[in-house]
């Protein structure tokens, strides 16, 4: 096995420890949720393709929003980045 691929398994196990763990944190700001949610969607799919949601359903068009932000970044990128801000949370 090549070096990268034991490197990003690594992440992909460290990044997947911060999916769990980040279900342990009292109480998140909706900020961070966005965060989190669009670095999380940009790790498992990529760049945003969905249509944009109705500007009258807030929640789902902040979602989409936050995630269409970070277009073009790459997905390892996305994952360190969301296990950095678990960590944060977390005081860790």
Known sequence: MSTNNTNNDKLIAK???AIELVKT?????NE???YLYA????SNNGDNNLPKPS???MVDSAKWTAWNEIS???KEEAMKLYINKV???LRI
Do not use: A
């Open 39 to 42: 670095h999380y969607k940009q």
């Open 15 to 17: 990044f997947n420890k």
């Open 55 to 57: 500007m009258f359903n």
């Open 72 to 74: 073009g970044m790459e």
């Open 32 to 34: 961070n949720k966005l």
């Open 87 to 89: 960590k944060e949370l």
């Open 25 to 29: 944190v009292e109480s998140v700001s």
